[in-house]
């Protein structure tokens, strides 16, 4: 069957960029950068992308374009006769089938408050009673579970109309409408009063409040951030690689993912911090300043309920547009490996999903007391394994495989790498590659397993 291909190279960076943008960039990204000093973590976080985030993800893409397969049949391609490297193309399959266990019900929350705001049922409630919307959506499996079917019906139902008709030309009108959404956002809460104290908080390089948080922590911290941001290691990148065309070459796009990705996660950030310092709200950690926090801040302003709506819309966006491109990768992995129509995978894939996806949302109310790993819940233990195991663990695989001898080799990797118009990676490279860049990742691997 002849392989599917991007329309255009906007479709491309599009689909890529959606990929990466995810929940993650969006609340978790705002959060460290004020923790850790402002600029001076930025500063640090743009160093990693480049050093650690362009390179990994042009390996990624790398095996998907040189091979036109996704993960098992791209390995199995590449590699030499009798080795056994796509064995790792398993553990790409189920990463982002565990993934979308956990992330699919955070869709699916993101998406349940996108109506709760546009129906008003904020409108009048002030201090707990805004805490307790979400306890009572967690604490309420048929909601929760409502929320996480319509983003999976959803999603799948958009990959089944093939690449060019279903992601890409869904994928673009959601990147474009999510930018729009975060410039319109950023510039309302850039007016508000107060505002500027949040912009210097969040973005003005401050040696003290890193040196409180210590130079050590701003400086992992910066290096995990700037690694996981782009899902690597699972395959997720790999099969937009074997759909891409050979014009432009990988560091080239590699880049402007990272830009548009970083661009997203910067401007949410001057959405949060100016809203929160405009009306004395200490910003806090994960769940809590999304679902807490933030309504609070929206209750407050004029029109507040127009730009909850707006806010939860922009993160549906860009958590819907993750969701389908892991669909992607699920959905042209069964193509690949077992020879499935397109709307068989869809159907079938869905199904899985769909049940695989209910201990996530029972975690919450039925199932509050099973802690599967460390005394985490389901959702927190499912991300542990993805974020902590499957990531590193699959990047280290994806480098050795492009720079060692036993595997694809660095010369065949650079030439694909470097194949098209646009930015080349040299040559003189190869030792940073062999045997700094692996250092790098087993530390985010060994720090994420301690």
């Known amino acids: 069957m002849k392989r599917e291909r991007f329309q255009s190279r906007l479709g491309f960076l599009l689909v890529s960029a959606g990929c990466a943008v995810g929940i993650g960039n969006v609340w978790k990204f705002p959060y460290i950068t004020g923790a850790n000093g402002g600029g001076v973590f930025v500063l640090f976080y743009l160093l990693f992308l480049a050093i650690m985030g362009v390179p990994v993800l042009t390996m990624e893409l790398a095996v998907g374009r040189a091979s036109r397969k996704t993960a098992v049949q791209g390995y199995q391609a590449l590699e030499k006769p009798g080795s056994k490297w796509h064995i790792h193309g398993w553990f790409c399959v189920a990463g982002c089938c565990l993934l979308m266990m956990y992330y699919t019900?955070?869709?699916?929350?993101?998406l349940g408050y996108f109506f709760k705001f546009a129906a008003g049922v904020f409108s009048g409630l002030e201090g707990e009673a805004v805490d307790g919307v979400f306890y009572a959506m967690?604490?309420?499996?048929?909601?929760?579970?409502?929320?996480?079917?319509?983003?999976?019906?959803?999603?799948?139902?958009?990959c089944s109309f093939g690449l060019q008709k279903g992601l890409e030309r869904i994928t673009k009108v959601m990147m474009l409408g999510l930018l729009a959404l975060i410039a319109v956002l950023a510039v309302h809460s850039l007016t508000l009063e107060g505002a500027a104290e949040g912009v210097k908080f969040y973005l003005l390089p401050d040696l003290g409040r890193a040196a409180e948080a210590g130079l050590g922590q701003v400086i992992t911290a910066a290096m995990n951030q700037a690694f996981f941001t782009l899902s690597l290691g699972i395959a997720a990148m790999e099969v937009f690689?074997?759909?891409?065309?050979?014009?432009?070459?990988?560091?080239?796009?590699?880049?402007?993912?990272?830009?548009?990705?970083?661009?997203?996660?910067?401007?949410?950030g001057l959405i949060i911090f100016p809203a929160c310092f405009s009306f004395g709200v200490e910003p806090d950690y994960g769940p809590p300043l999304i679902f807490i926090t933030l309504p609070k801040v929206?209750?407050?302003?004029?029109?507040?309920?127009?730009?909850?709506?707006?806010?939860?819309?922009?993160?549906?966006?860009?958590?819907?547009?993750?969701?389908?491109?892991?669909?992607?990768?699920?959905?042209?992995?069964?193509?690949?490996?077992?020879?499935?129509?397109?709307?068989?995978?869809?159907?079938?894939?869905?199904?899985?999903?769909?049940?695989?996806?209910?201990?996530?949302?029972?975690?919450?109310?039925?199932?509050?007391?099973?802690?599967?790993?460390?005394?985490?819940?389901?959702?927190d233990s499912?991300?542990?394994?993805?974020?902590?195991?499957?990531?590193?663990l699959g990047s280290l695989v994806y480098l050795l495989f492009c720079v060692s001898r036993s595997g694809w080799g660095y010369d065949r990797y650079l030439e694909e790498a470097n194949a098209g118009e646009g930015l080349k990676?040299?040559?003189?490279?190869?030792?940073?590659?062999?045997?700094?860049?692996?250092?790098?990742?087993?530390?985010?691997?060994?720090?994420?397993?301690?």
């Open 105 to 110: 019900t955070v869709s699916g929350w993101m």
């Open 138 to 158: 967690q604490a309420n499996p048929a909601e929760m579970g409502l929320w996480m079917a319509v983003t999976v019906l959803g999603g799948f139902f958009v």
């Open 241 to 268: 690689g074997s759909y891409m065309s050979r014009n432009n070459t990988l560091t080239s796009e590699a880049v402007r993912i990272c830009c548009l990705d970083t661009f997203v996660a910067l401007m949410a």
């Open 298 to 379: 929206f209750l407050n302003m004029a029109g507040g309920r127009l730009w909850g709506a707006l806010f939860f819309l922009f993160m549906t966006f860009a958590s819907f547009s993750t969701v389908i491109a892991v669909f992607e990768n699920l959905q042209a992995s069964s193509i690949d490996n077992f020879g499935w129509s397109r709307k068989k995978a869809a159907l079938l894939n869905c199904g899985f999903i769909l049940l695989a996806s209910l201990p996530c949302v029972l975690g919450y109310n039925v199932w509050k007391d099973i802690h599967p790993i460390g005394g985490r819940d389901i959702l």
């Open 382 to 392: 499912e991300d542990f394994l993805v974020s902590n195991l499957l990531l590193p």
């Open 425 to 450: 990676l040299p040559r003189w490279l190869k030792p940073y590659f062999q045997f700094v860049l692996p250092a790098l990742i087993l530390l985010i691997l060994i720090q994420g397993l301690i």
